[in-house]
């Protein structure tokens, strides 16, 4: 369990690295950080089934008062990856890889107490800052 958990962490963070430096390519070919990111995200979440077993993780992430947030964060990844890999919508991918990026730290979010709270403040703030700027 410890080593595949390991291992698949470390394909995760190799995943998020490469995505990272194709952040300046990310106006060019959006897809290639989107299906980097998206493959990260998706080793780590096996890396933590990995874990703690996958059917405790599988229990627990879908338990009452994760299942929003699973949910969301899911179906950020399945929405982000068919943009960039099937209909090579470019908007798209970009708007779903931003979609996936807040949804991710709303999941991780969930774990820590006032965490979420503490996120929707941020995100309320930003929105209402960013109003009405030049684009």
Known sequence: ????????????????MIAFFTIPMLALNPAKFATTYT???ILALVSMSLLQGP??????IFSRER??????????MIVTL???????AYIMTVVFSLIQIICLLYYFGSYIPGGTSGLGFITKY?????????V
């Open 82 to 88: 068919y943009f960039a890999v099937v209909k090579h």
């Open 1 to 16: 369990r410890m080593v595949g958990f390991v291992a698949f962490l470390g394909m995760s963070i190799f995943c998020f």
């Open 67 to 76: 299942l929003p947030f699973t949910l969301m964060y899911l179906a950020s």
């Open 126 to 134: 930003f929105a209402r800052n960013t109003v009405g700027l030049p």
């Open 55 to 60: 059917r405790a993780f599988l229990r627990h």
């Open 39 to 41: 493959l990260g995200s």
